[in-house]
């Protein structure tokens, strides 16, 4: 029965397809009274209403629809349709009436014809995004926001927008989003007001020793082969080349090594003596509150490129009172490629004398300079590093310390 009923449906379809195919203008059939004959005439077209059947000699005859009235098919009536005169509440007109067609109505923006009326496209709450738009013709669909998406508003347009990808903006990944929430990254704005000194005067006397007097192209490459532990990738090196001058390359390297380290006994060691040395430092220059001008003076008796005084007036508003200077001396180190703090202060103690300068903050700076230069395990630590290194370079396989 089924087979039977779908065999014949096909035959209609097959049939309606090869009959529509066949004849262009449609054509219908019409008993001529005259010829008492079946006619085949020709139907009209849209636009048009049938003024007179065809007969054997003449053709049929179409007129064109009287205003405001329309066809929309090739058809047989003798009469054209009348068009609607005003579209519905919320809607409008989308095309006006001609012979063609009638008036064309749609729902106002924002709003979907349900069987009579316009509604309102839905919103999707938060946690949910639009995944397609409504139309005039179609309510919004909304979709639960998938893992690493997330949507904060209630709106019909919104799509669920990607969590922020704190560490491609270089920034701390502070508080992890969800479907309703982004990711809240930490650093932007507030770093760029926080001091942030990068190699601390203690990291620097503490590597200084790793520097080279002369540098050859691979020099970092070969640090990074023959420092024990946890090796520093490629991509890295290369961030560190691009954003820094050679001197600058050896603290960064070692810096970051020692942080991929920091739960080696080593390493844990040398980061105590760090420590140490930051909290000593801090004990003797930490508390010379120095004024702007004074700062204007120190930087200025230092050798080389000045430090500039828009930046001690940026630092000023960026760093602690006992954090100025240790800015501003590191912000003088990276503008001189390879010159030493240390031996710039000493340079600058001995012209500080013209400027006036409180006693007791020249007396400080002494007292910093002797504790760095005598910095208890340094020399110690300079002389294993550079054996290790020494041994790496003529391939003596030397484990860990
Ligand atoms: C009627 O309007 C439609 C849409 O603008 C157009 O495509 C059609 O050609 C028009 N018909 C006539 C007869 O002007
Ligand atoms: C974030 O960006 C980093 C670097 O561009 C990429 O490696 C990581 O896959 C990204 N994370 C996500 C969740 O897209
Ligand atoms: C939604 O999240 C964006 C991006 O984090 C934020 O800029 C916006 O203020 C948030 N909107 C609301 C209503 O919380
Ligand atoms: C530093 O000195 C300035 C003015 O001389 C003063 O206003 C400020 O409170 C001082 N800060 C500290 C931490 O002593």
């Given at each position: 029965?089924?087979?039977?009923?779908?065999?014949?449906?096909?035959?209609?379809?097959?049939?309606?397809?090869?009959?529509?195919?066949?004849?262009?203008?449609?054509?219908?059939?019409?008993?001529?009274?005259?010829?008492?004959?079946?006619?085949?005439?020709?139907?009209?077209?849209?636009?048009?209403?049938?003024?007179?059947?065809?007969?054997?000699?003449?053709?049929?005859?179409?007129?064109?629809?009287?205003?405001?009235?329309?066809?929309?098919?090739?058809?047989?009536?003798?009469?054209?349709?009348?068009?609607?005169?005003?579209?519905?509440?919320?809607?409008?007109?989308?095309?006006?009436?001609?012979?063609?067609?009638?008036?064309?109505?749609?729902?106002?923006?924002?709003?979907?014809?349900?069987?009579?009326?316009?509604?309102?496209?839905?919103?999707?709450?938060?946690?949910?995004?639009?995944?397609?738009?409504?139309?005039?013709?179609?309510?919004?669909?909304?979709?639960?926001?998938?893992?690493?998406?997330?949507?904060?508003?209630?709106?019909?347009?919104?799509?669920?927008?990607?969590?922020?990808?704190?560490?491609?903006?270089?920034?701390?990944?502070?508080?992890?989003?969800?479907?309703?929430?982004?990711?809240?990254?930490?650093?932007?704005?507030?770093?760029?007001?926080?001091?942030?000194?990068?190699v601390t005067l203690c990291e620097e006397a503490f590597f200084r020793?790793?520097v080279?007097?002369?540098?050859?192209?691979?020099?970092?490459?070969?640090?990074?082969?023959?420092?024990?532990?946890?090796?520093?990738?490629?991509?890295?090196?290369?961030?560190?080349?691009?954003?820094?001058?050679?001197?600058?390359?050896?603290f960064?390297?070692?810096?970051?090594?020692?942080?991929?380290?920091?739960?080696?006994?080593?390493?844990?060691?040398?980061?105590?003596?760090?420590?140490?040395?930051?909290?000593?430092?801090?004990?003797?220059?930490?508390?010379?509150?120095?004024?702007?001008?004074?700062?204007?003076?120190?930087?200025?008796?230092?050798?080389?490129?000045?430090?500039?005084?828009?930046?001690?007036?940026?630092?000023?508003?960026?760093?602690?009172?006992?954090?100025?200077?240790?800015?501003?001396l590191s912000?003088?180190r990276?503008?001189?490629?390879?010159?030493d703090t240390l031996?710039?202060?000493?340079?600058?103690?001995?012209?500080?004398?013209?400027?006036?300068?409180?006693?007791?903050?020249?007396?400080?700076?002494?007292?910093?300079?002797?504790?760095l230069?005598?910095?208890?395990?340094?020399?110690?630590?300079?002389?294993?590093?550079?054996?290790?290194?020494?041994?790496?370079?003529?391939?003596?396989?030397?484990?860990?310390?």
């Open positions: 029965m089924n087979k039977l009923l779908c065999c014949a449906l096909v035959f209609l379809d097959v049939s309606i397809k090869w009959t529509t195919q066949e004849t262009f203008p449609p054509k219908y059939l019409h008993y001529d009274p005259e010829t008492s004959r079946q006619l085949m005439c020709d139907k009209c077209p849209p636009g048009t209403y049938l003024k007179q059947h065809c007969t054997a000699r003449w053709k049929t005859v179409c007129a064109p629809c009287p205003d405001n009235y329309y066809t929309d098919t090739w058809h047989t009536s003798d009469e054209c349709l009348y068009c609607n005169s005003v579209c519905k509440e919320l809607q409008y007109v989308k095309q006006n009436c001609n012979r063609t067609q009638n008036l064309v109505c749609e729902c106002e923006e924002g709003r979907y014809l349900e069987v009579e009326f316009c509604l309102k496209h839905r919103s999707c709450p938060p946690g949910f995004g639009v995944l397609q738009a409504g139309t005039p013709e179609r309510n919004t669909v909304c979709k639960r926001c998938p893992d690493g998406f997330f949507s904060n508003e209630t709106s019909s347009k919104a799509p669920c927008r990607k969590h922020t990808n704190c560490s491609a903006l270089g920034l701390l990944l502070t508080q992890k989003g969800n479907a309703m929430h982004d990711n809240v990254c930490s650093g932007n704005s507030e770093s760029t007001h926080k001091c942030g000194i990068d020793f790793a080279p007097t002369k540098f050859t192209p691979n020099w970092l490459s070969v640090l990074v082969d023959n420092l024990p532990g946890t090796k520093v990738n490629a991509e890295s090196l290369e961030r560190i080349k691009r954003r820094h001058n050679s001197q600058e390359q050896t960064q390297l070692l810096k970051l090594w020692k942080h991929q380290n920091k739960d080696q006994d080593m390493v844990k060691k040398i980061i105590q003596d760090i420590d140490l040395c930051e909290n000593s430092v801090q004990k003797h220059i930490g508390h010379t509150n120095l004024t702007f001008e004074q700062l204007c003076s120190l930087m200025e008796s230092l050798p080389g490129k000045k430090v500039m005084t828009e930046d001690i007036e940026r630092t000023m508003k960026a760093c602690k009172s006992n954090e100025q200077l240790l800015k501003l912000l003088w990276i503008k001189n490629g390879d010159q031996k710039g202060l000493m340079h600058a103690l001995k012209h500080l004398k013209t400027y006036h300068f409180p006693k007791t903050v020249t007396q400080s700076l002494k007292k910093t300079i002797r504790f230069h005598s910095f208890t395990m340094y020399r110690l630590y300079q002389k294993l590093f550079l054996e290790m290194i020494g041994n790496q370079v003529q391939s003596v396989k030397v484990s860990c310390l």
